[in-house]
């Protein structure tokens, strides 16, 4: 993009406009010719056409920019200003601008559909969170899988689509489960060296072989085993039954699947636990399985124990989408080996100028320490990113702590939301509930284009897509363009 062109041309639209007392949102025609520049090879305001105004405002916006589709009128008058001003600079012939004011009254009645409609929202428009209002004090979630739908079964080919590393429990914890698996006291595994072996070769008899029904007493579900303990061994938590059941029934046909006799069927082979209204594979199931893609050749990692790793390996192997219990546990034993101190100490050292994220993921356990990590905490009110944090960690505990300056907050602010990020894509509609709650005051919106943080932009887009106040959106909106400009310079 040339920035050249643009800032020029949008100083000429503020002097036009102050000329003849005519109101111009200088902000929004800067991100009209911005992306015209970036995505439609416009390098003047001489070439900007009709279609331009159509890719411009019913595609690329759509896509790019967080905006409610109620805010797309003050859109198209900052497109409408900026042909008055093309008409009128010369830039562009009578006929072309009647075209121009033609297509504009036709975008108007259509780009408040092309803003809601979910399919326009490309990676970064999607960022969104679902913290709580407490997430704007402490808080961030660690990054999990998403759930699948069960209503889909993978490619029939195991090596089409990567697993994830799976956590397995110990040999003789798993040899130990044996015992209890209520089909090997009917149908015992044959001596040999290792019963672990034998129990490999019975659920791969079972993943490939015509059962007939003999499993799930459904010839049809016993055919669908594989995809459903796959499916399984890719979410690595446990799913509702009802959506288990959702997927037996759409295999089962006409009649659906007797949900309770199959899921019984499953505990009885010692594959699947089911607990309450939730079920997942065993660790004897996982065990298993991970055997069976192997002798296939397939790669079948195995993740880390992350207790025993150290606290940037903790943070980056949290950062691949650990499921929460997991990742629950993996801090807790983690933490369980160090002393308060130690801990915070690694983990803050692991975090100074990391990306927010891994910034988060560490803020977010060092929080889970007691007041014996103080000197620790103190050694970083002097780092710039961390300071904010290490304050608001001393004074949570009341503990002696210096002021936050107005920058610092800001930056805090700025950086709190940044955190949540990763997680947006799940729970927009929350994340936006919550910010009514609980955001940040509309005056501190308004100073947070100043802030040098390097995620800036995409919170204040993100606070002009989720604010439902149509005031303090559009400052935030005004805020991101401000930062985005400053950035561009």
């Not at 497109?79 to 010369?90: I, M, N």
């Not at 300056?405 to 997680?423: K, R």
Request: glycine residues 8%.
């Amino acid at each position: 993009m040339s920035i050249e062109w643009v800032n020029q041309a949008i100083d000429d639209l503020r002097a036009w406009g102050r000329a003849r007392e005519v109101e111009v949102d200088a902000d929004e025609v800067r991100l009209l010719c911005d992306y015209a520049s970036d995505y439609l090879n416009v390098n003047e305001l001489g070439d900007f056409t009709p279609e331009t105004f159509d890719e411009l405002l019913l595609s690329i916006y759509p896509r790019k920019v967080i905006a409610p589709p109620e805010s797309a009128p003050e859109t198209v008058a900052a497109a409408r200003t900026l042909v008055d001003h093309l008409s009128e600079a010369g830039h562009v012939s009578a006929a072309t601008v009647a075209l121009m004011r033609e297509r504009l009254d036709d975008i108007a009645t259509r780009m408040p559909g092309a803003l809601a409609d979910e399919a326009n929202f490309g990676m970064a428009k999607s960022l969104f969170s679902s913290i709580g209002p407490e997430s704007l004090e402490q808080s961030v979630a660690i990054p999990s899988g998403e759930l699948p739908d069960l209503g889909e079964a993978p490619c029939d080919c195991p090596g089409c689509t990567p697993l994830p590393a799976v956590r397995l429990a110990g040999p003789d914890e798993l040899r130990a489960a044996l015992a209890g698996v209520p089909m090997l006291a009917v149908e015992p595994l044959p001596g040999g060296d290792d019963p672990l072996d034998a129990w490999a070769a019975r659920v791969a008899r079972l993943l490939e072989q015509d059962n007939a029904g003999a499993v799930t007493g459904s010839a049809e579900l016993d055919e669908s085993l594989y995809d459903l303990f796959d499916m399984l061994y890719r979410l690595q938590v446990r799913v509702p039954v009802t959506v288990v059941g959702d997927y037996l029934d759409e295999i089962a046909g006409d009649g659906g699947a007797d949900l309770d006799a199959v899921l019984g069927r499953l505990e009885w082979s010692g594959m699947l636990q089911v607990s309450g209204d939730t079920a997942e594979l065993t660790p004897l199931g996982v065990w298993a399985l991970r055997e069976h893609y192997l002798s296939l050749g397939v790669e079948a990692p195995q993740a880390p124990d992350l207790a025993e790793a150290d606290a940037r390996e903790l943070i980056e192997g949290l950062l691949e989408g650990v499921p929460t219990e997991l990742a629950e546990a993996d801090i807790d034993r983690w933490l369980s080996g160090r002393v308060p101190g130690e801990a915070a100490a690694e983990l803050l050292a692991a975090a100074s100028g990391a990306p927010a994220v891994a910034r988060g993921i560490a803020i977010t356990i060092v929080d889970r320490l007691g007041a014996e990590a103080e000197a620790q905490i103190r050694d970083y009110l002097e780092d710039q990113e961390l300071r904010p944090h290490a304050i608001h960690w001393l004074a949570a505990r009341g503990l002696p702590a210096p002021q936050l300056t107005q920058e610092e907050l800001l930056w805090v602010s700025v950086d709190m939301l940044a955190l949540a990020m990763p997680a947006a894509q799940e729970e927009p509609e929350i994340f936006a509930e919550n910010m009514a709650a609980s955001g940040p005051p509309a005056h501190l919106i308004e100073e947070m284009w100043r802030v040098d943080h390097p995620d800036v932009v995409d919170v204040l887009e993100l606070l002009g897509r989720s604010i439902t106040d149509g005031t303090v959106a559009k400052a935030a909106r005004k805020a991101a363009f401000k930062a985005r400009s400053r950035a561009i310079r």
